[in-house]
């Protein structure tokens, strides 16, 4: 048998609209109207969109979440792209090229001689050649040093850590590495970590008598 329903008196329907009514004002103020509450989230995924457009932008490179990152070589101090950045060597515009003596005041570019081990390379595009020497600051003793080259081809290389310029990598046809020895030291143990003393870039349209007339002379 059902029991009666409880009668509320005119106090406590009021006590009960005030409290659904407080309850609802501070719903909306936390979460507002539904359109409103649909912004965050709709901010938030235009903000994973942008950082996903922008993941290869540095910070404070304009408009607010960065600009495009220039074409660009980082240097490391330790193996794999660790211990500290030395520095960045930027690439020159196409046709032209870059050498940097490390071991010059002239030329220096804040990167230290003999300390980089490994490098990161952002947005280089194809036809780029860059060059690592192992060179002492007289250049007919640079031609019995160490050198290694590395050619990227057909696509631009967006992100990619050499963590060693000792090691051979696997050319997948669009990024090639080749280490030189002279022919009186070929096949003995290679000596390029630790012992950079000269950085050459040279970008896309650069001619190949230009690269094989400036070598690793400086």
């Keep these: ?70 074409p660009h070589i980082e240097f490391f101090e330790g193996n794999n792209a660790s211990q500290d950045s030395l520095g960045k060597v930027y690439l020159p515009p196409n046709g032209e090229f870059r050498s940097y003596d490390l071991t010059a005041a002239g030329t220096n570019i804040g990167i230290p001689n003999d300390e980089a081990r490994s490098m990161v390379l952002r947005n280089i595009p194809p036809g780029t050649l860059i060059v690592l020497c192992d060179c002492p600051h007289s250049t007919a003793e640079c031609v019995f040093k160490d050198k290694v080259y590395y050619k990227v081809w057909n696509t631009t290389i967006v992100s990619k850590t050499i963590g060693s310029f000792e090691t051979d990598l696997p050319s997948d046809g669009n990024f090639v590495m080749n280490y030189w020895q002279h022919p009186w030291f070929s096949g003995s143990e290679r000596v390029m970590d630790g012992k950079v003393s000269v950085i050459q870039v040279f970008a896309s349209g650069v001619s190949p008598e230009v690269v094989n007339s400036v070598g690793c002379d400086y």
């Excluded at 329903?5 to 005119?10: A, G, I, P």
């Design 1 to 70: 048998m059902m029991k009666p329903s409880r009668k509320w008196n005119r106090a406590e329907v009021l006590q009960t609209r005030g409290v659904m009514i407080l309850g609802a004002a501070l719903v909306l103020s936390a979460c507002g109207s539904p359109e409103e509450a649909s912004a965050p989230v709709e901010q938030a995924l235009s903000t994973a969109k942008q950082a996903a457009i922008c993941e290869d932008c540095e910070p404070g490179g304009g408009g607010g979440g960065g600009g495009p990152v220039p």
